[in-house]
């Protein structure tokens, strides 16, 4: 569900740079937005993120001491990560808006998640409950939100002005 996640996240990126009036499709934020919509993933080996040449090492460590669906699709996961790209962003004196749409792409991933049957726990550690809607990963109602979201970014790119 790699690309749905990557689209997903692109979409609510755009959402919200048309929302706050920041420029979008610069190349820092949206490498940020496509990290932050496929990292939670590092815990599942045939991931799209798991695949890539340093995050598999990465992969490797995480799915020692968790499984899927575990601690990375958590809030308190998005926080942590979140203020680690921030303290980078900080580093390299760069924007922090770049550290926003990591977020944005962190929580589209998590929401995304939560549309399936297996859910996603939020609150880990704190509930263990998952919040879960219903559609099957890969099944026809993925496919319908991979499309939908697609449409959806393509219709916002053509017809807002973002490109500020
Ligand atoms: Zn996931």
Avoid: C
Avoid at 81 to 93: D, K
Avoid at 114 to 131: I, M, N, Y
């Amino acid at each position: 569900m790699g690309f749905t996640h990557l689209v997903f996240g692109i979409l609510l990126y755009a959402l919200f740079s048309n929302v706050f009036q920041v420029p979008f499709g610069t190349a820092y934020p949206l490498l940020a937005v496509t990290l932050g919509s496929l990292l939670p993933d590092i815990d599942h080996p045939s991931s799209l993120i798991s695949k890539q040449a340093v995050f598999s090492i990465v992969s490797k460590a995480v799915r020692r001491v968790t499984r899927h669906r575990g601690p990375t699709h958590s809030l308190l996961f998005t926080v942590l990560s979140t203020a680690v790209v921030a303290a980078v962003v900080l580093y390299y004196g760069q924007d922090l808006l770049i550290s926003i749409t990591f977020a944005i792409g962190y929580l589209s991933h998590l929401i995304a998640d939560s549309l399936t049957r297996s859910g996603v726990r939020w609150l880990w550690p704190f509930h263990d409950g998952e919040a879960s809607f219903v559609f099957h990963t890969g099944g026809l109602a993925e496919k319908a939100f991979f499309w939908g979201s697609l449409l959806g970014l393509t219709w916002i790119v053509q017809n807002l002005q973002m490109f500020g």
